[in-house]
């Protein structure tokens, strides 16, 4: 039997929801009948709208998807702008008072506490400069990752841009691909970074040559059923297939379509391809694609570039990210600015594209470590724009603690969360930088706090994955934290082990802290931390380092789940000063 969630959409599903959407945005909050509601959310998401938790009855999240997270200043104003006008709540947050924008790991910009009423307005300001929600959650295409700097970068083996664009624009709304079983996220890399970070993606076309017809080819190796949710991490696995540029479209609705006609639509928890690829295996995989869903003879794969990639790979001769100053293929340059847990106020994000705009950049990009980058600065005005104020805040020179902290939504909105995240990610990334000394060589290191399993912040591909939980304290209920060491991706991918279970919150500081004190006194000449944890086996990682009290103090120890919301000065669910008046 199809799960209750099919049963929605076959009722209504895919561009059909703006109508009612735009009803409901009319008729108000209380127009959605209560026992409809979990349908009509599950809808919402395809056009970019999660409601948010318990709590926050009647708010929303939208997530405006950005492909290959790149913007022009205009589109960043924008964007800024709307988050200024309507993404405002009834409580603060004391770190990012106002109204902020969130950037994603998959290069996208979440806005809260949006109210239907203001729907219908933000799609057409958005619409009217070329952005879009369309299908950035729900149960199809989700935003295409890639380089933002593709045509600009030069460490590039092809431009990327083209490609992403136009598969964004051939399955953003295609009726044929726009109610697939699960979430599908896609990823394009064009240069030797793998910045795509093609090994957790659904499908990823991943840089390779080969020769045909005596000619050596520029094209790409076809990855399919990578995934991090659930515990349940995956990565994603070569189906012997290469592609040139020009049939990227062919194999990409051949694999959408595939995963349309063949995934789990009876059971939500196994509906991803990476269950699907568990029971077929890669060679059936491609036999199925070959005989039902391509109509030309797929070539085999070819040579893989992975030895080159250094993004998010943990390699001690290489910053793994696009922080810092770096020269384009047209003597321009572009500066990575970091971003602490990808969180930018609106007064900032404005001035940034501002500046952009000053400075005669075409292109703000986003990437998937949360951060920004500004193109196309001339060599003539480097030197000024590494001066302006702002980037005191957003470094391109950033301490290793605040270039390596991600972080995801958490119980501030999201009702999957166990845990309380982007501040606490802040604090931890603050005291660690001003208590803790980075071993030598060390020029980043990655903590990733997930509030869950659900795992938007991707913890399995850190040095430090923080994956959250509860445990008991002094005879207390308190947040806690799983731990996990030595994950990334690059030429040899490797999940996070994990190594210590339930930690307190507040002393997760203190672990981190003698682990790289450890580190330090252990570790081979130029070793990077990751090679230091691959290393050790199971028994000698969990003797590393204990959790320790310190000086730090965490003031979300309680359980923040339970509350309207963490930092409201009365965070009792019952004084929840929701719905929102319609």
């Not at 599908?184 to 793998?194: E, F, L, M």
């Not at 040579?303 to 003597?331: C, I, M, T």
Request: with cysteine; net charge negative.
């Amino acid at each position: 039997m199809p799960s209750k969630v099919e049963g929605w959409k076959d009722e209504v599903y895919g561009t059909e929801i703006r109508e009612h959407l735009n009803r409901f945005a009319e008729e108000g909050w209380n127009a959605i009948p209560e026992d409809e509601r979990d349908a009509w959310f599950e809808r919402f998401k395809w056009w970019g709208l999660y409601h948010q938790r318990n709590g926050q009855e009647s708010y929303f999240m939208m997530r405006v998807g950005v492909p290959g997270g790149r913007l022009t200043p205009e589109q960043l104003r924008v964007v800024a702008e709307i988050a200024d006008e309507y993404a405002r709540g009834p409580a603060e947050n004391p770190e990012w008072e106002g109204a902020w924008l969130d950037y994603t790991t998959r290069q996208s910009i979440q806005l809260h506490w949006i109210e239907l009423a203001d729907v219908p307005d933000i799609f057409d300001r958005l619409e009217a400069h070329g952005l879009s929600t369309i299908q950035a959650c729900g149960d199809s295409w989700r935003n295409i990752v890639g380089s933002p700097v593709a045509g600009r970068d030069a460490d590039e083996h092809l431009d990327v841009w083209p490609l992403i664009e136009g598969l964004n624009e051939e399955f953003k709304g295609n009726p044929a691909h726009e109610n697939l079983p699960r979430k599908w996220k896609v990823s394009i890399t064009g240069d030797t970074r793998g910045s795509g970070q093609g090994d957790i993606n659904d499908l990823a076309f991943e840089p390779a040559i080969k020769e045909i017809d005596g000619e050596e080819v520029k094209g790409f190796n076809t990855l399919v059923g990578g995934g991090l949710a659930r515990k349940e991490e995956r990565f994603a696995r070569d189906i012997d297939v290469f592609c040139t540029p020009e049939r990227i479209y062919d194999v990409a609705a051949g694999v959408s379509a595939l995963f349309r006609d063949h995934g789990d639509r009876d059971n939500r928890f196994n509906a991803r391809i990476k269950f699907l690829m568990d029971e077929w295996g890669p060679e059936k995989f491609r036999r199925v694609l070959q005989e039902e869903y391509v109509d030309y003879e797929l070539p085999t794969a070819g040579e893989d570039l992975r030895d080159r990639y250094d993004y998010n790979a943990g390699r001690s001769d290489a910053p793994g990210d696009y922080v810092g100053v770096h020269e384009q293929n047209d003597g321009r340059y572009f500066v990575g600015l970091s971003v602490l847990v990808g969180r930018m106020g609106t007064t900032d994000a404005l001035r940034l594209a501002d500046l952009a705009a000053e400075y005669g950049s075409e292109l703000v990009g986003l990437t998937q470590r949360q951060n920004v980058i500004v193109a196309d600065i001339d060599e003539d005005d480097l030197e000024d724009f590494l001066d302006e104020p702002l980037l005191d805040e957003y470094s391109p020179d950033p301490h290793p603690f605040m270039r390596g902290s991600i972080a995801c939504t958490g119980t501030e909105f999201c009702s999957l969360s166990i845990v309380e995240t982007k501040n606490r990610m802040v604090r931890y990334a603050h005291w660690l930088r001003d208590n803790v000394e980075v071993p030598d060589g060390v020029e980043d290191f990655h903590v990733h706090l997930s509030g869950c399993t659900a795992s938007c912040a991707q913890p399995q591909i850190a040095d430090v994955s923080l994956r959250g939980m509860k445990t008991r304290k002094d005879g207390e209920p308190v947040e806690a934290f799983d731990i996990g060491l030595g994950g990334g991706l690059g030429e040899n991918p490797q999940f996070a082990e994990w190594v210590e279970m339930r930690v307190a919150a507040d002393e997760v500081p203190g672990y981190v802290r003698n682990l790289l004190a450890t580190y330090e006194a252990e570790r081979r000449d130029g070793e990077s931390f990751r090679d230091f944890i691959a290393a050790r086996d199971e028994d000698e990682l969990a003797d590393l380092a204990e959790p320790e009290e310190t000086d730090y103090e965490d003031p979300y120890m309680h359980n923040t789940k339970m509350t309207w919301y963490p930092y409201a000065e009365d965070d009792a669910m019952d004084s929840a000063p929701v719905p929102a008046d319609d």
